[in-house]
T-cell receptor, first 113, second 111 residues
């Protein structure tokens, strides 16, 4: 258990509304990631963070923003949700050891109607 | 661009059988490779991580091997059990944050 908590775990919202997903870690790892998982596309990186206020884009970042004001929290925001953003969102952390092992949260299932 | 392929896409075996899952990648310049399992509706659970300098890693009934020169990794599961039924994914780390996932192999172990 890598101490990763995602909230909310399930959310249904309407097109055009803002949505924020939260990832919380208890072990103060430097690297945190947001992925989305979709049938036929597998896991794709949205954004990642390498420290407080240090973030960068992944391969599918359009329509998403992130913030990291504290080491333990990494927020993913959909400013104006669209149906194409219906997905399961996973947060992950990478350990700071030499192995760089990745651990995932339980996921947040988002449905945009 | 790194591409990761997992074959087969699905596999059904009787309980007790030994099995091999395959993961191939196109760029051999990797930092490490990690195997995960994912149960329906759940997150990914890390199984094994192999560094680029290693040939294999073992954990219980699981053994993962890495052959960088041929761009292949295998996950060997000994004496399979119904509880092993899940989707197995491999992820190749090319350094930095260039982690590329395969599409996964759906394993069903029949009792």
């Amino acid at each position: 258990d890598a101490g990763i908590t995602q909230s909310p775990r399930h959310k249904v919202t309407e097109t055009g509304t803002p949505v924020t997903l939260r990832c919380h870690q208890t072990e103060n790892h430097r690297y945190m990631y947001w992925y989305r998982q979709d049938p036929g596309h597998g896991l794709r990186l949205i954004h990642y963070s390498y420290g407080v206020k240090d973030t960068d884009k992944g391969e599918v970042s359009d329509g998403y923003s992130v913030s990291r004001s504290k080491t333990e929290d990494f927020l993913l925001t959909l400013e104006s949700a669209t149906s194409s953003q219906t997905s399961v969102y996973f947060c992950a952390i990478r350990t700071d050891s030499n192995t760089g092992e990745l651990f995932f949260g339980e996921g947040s299932r988002l449905t945009v109607l | 661009k790194q591409e990761v392929t997992q074959i087969p896409a699905a596999l059904s075996v009787p309980e007790g059988e030994n099995l091999v899952l395959n993961c191939s990648f196109t760029d051999s310049a990797i930092y490490n490779l990690q195997w995960f399992r994912q149960d329906p509706g759940k997150g990914l659970t890390s199984l094994l991580l192999i560094q680029s300098s290693q040939r294999e890693q073992t954990s219980g009934r699981l053994n993962a091997s890495l052959d960088k020169s041929s761009g292949r990794s295998t996950l060997y599961i000994a004496a399979s059990q119904p509880g092993d039924s899940a989707t197995y994914l491999c992820a190749v780390n090319g350094g930095g944050n260039k982690l590329v996932f395969g599409a996964g192999t759906i394993l069903r172990v029949k009792s």
